[in-house]
């Protein structure tokens, strides 16, 4: 695995998590909400979509989780929540610009958001935390310490004041569906279908997988839309196109578990990948052209090797 990987200390009783024990109308409600939610992300897109994904952001979110001893479903709960409050804060704060002095306004706007980042992006961990109150919360003195370990000196009701400003940022609605979640119903409905896969054994994989795309997402993509275009310099409307696939979190969910059955168990790859067909609705050549791009950014390697 290539050596830029965090390595998440995994969920607690991610090891002894029991796969094939849930209703089959259950997974098929599950599966169904999965499938309605994506579609209505991908509907209502907006022109920044992904612009707060970049690695070092998520990298950065991720260590904060790790260093707190987080579920890993925190880390990329808290990067949905921070994508989708600073889109919509830059949105609101650039449409209220006026015509004249628009250019000296922009720069006030983007200085205060640069100044109070650091704590949005730490108020979006602690708000995603509370979503999973069954692995470890982080009181506000803990998290005062935390920051100021940091460097970044703040008082408790700083922090509150913050963690409440992006709360009525994104409506007060935290449930946002992560791609981890959709790795975990893609995966249960698997195990479901087809009881010889070793579900449990990709589960373990996948959070791993799942890491390396999340941190090197732009490179991966760029590599999926050149193929997909067949061009080495995509123009700016084949671009805006490829968003809807780079925000697809069923396609991300089931490229996933293709690599994780690829590295783990080769001989039956093409089993897994036809169950994900159907499972998801998506044709088996995206989910295995994905699943290929990925893993030559793993094995740093040619196409030619996959």
């Known amino acids: 695995m290539a050596s830029s990987l965090i390595g998440f200390p995994l969920r607690r009783g991610v090891v002894s998590v029991k796969f094939r024990e849930t209703s089959f109308d259950l997974l098929k409600d599950l599966l169904s909400n999965l499938n309605k ?5 991908l509907d209502g897109l907006s022109t920044c979509s992904g612009g707060f994904k970049q690695r070092r952001l998520v990298e950065y979110i991720f260590l ?64 995603a935390n509370k979503m999973f109150l069954h692995h470890n919360m982080i009181d506000i003195s803990t998290a005062v310490r935390f920051l100021h370990s940091l460097g970044i000196s703040v008082s408790k009701q700083t922090l509150l004041e913050s963690e409440l400003m992006v709360f ?43 890491q390396f795309i999340t941190l090197d997402q732009i490179a991966i993509y760029e590599s999926l839309l ?13 671009r805006e196109k490829f968003v809807t696939v780079t925000e697809d979190r069923m396609l991300l969910g089931a490229a996933v578990i293709a690599v994780a059955a690829y590295i783990l168990c080769f001989r039956k790859w093409q089993q897994v990948v036809g169950e994900l067909n159907h499972i998801t609705g998506i044709s088996r050549r995206s989910i295995s052209e994905f699943a290929r791009v990925i893993l030559v950014h793993i094995a740093g390697t040619s196409s030619s090797a996959v």
């Not at 939610?37 to 992300?41: A, E, L, W």
């Not at 449990?200 to 994989?205: I, M």
């Not at 050149?226 to 084949?238: G, L």
């Open 64 to 127: 904060i989780t790790q260093k707190l001893r987080l579920d890993p479903m925190v880390g990329y709960h808290a990067v949905e929540l921070l994508q989708r409050f600073m889109v919509k804060q830059l949105t609101v704060m650039l449409a209220a610009i006026p015509t004249q002095g628009a250019t000296s306004c922009e720069d006030v706007i983007f200085d205060n958001l640069k100044d109070s980042f650091p704590l949005t992006l730490f108020s979006c961990v602690l708000l």
């Open 168 to 210: 009525k940022g994104l409506d007060y609605r935290l449930s946002v569906l992560n791609p981890l979640m959709y790795v975990e119903v893609i995966l249960e409905v698997l195990g479901h279908n087809e009881p010889s896969i070793p579900v449990e054994r990709l589960y373990l994989l996948c959070h791993h997988v799942l």
């Open 37 to 41: 939610v994506n579609k209505d992300n």
């Open 226 to 238: 050149r193929i997909t275009t067949q061009s080495v310099s995509p123009s700016r409307e084949q």
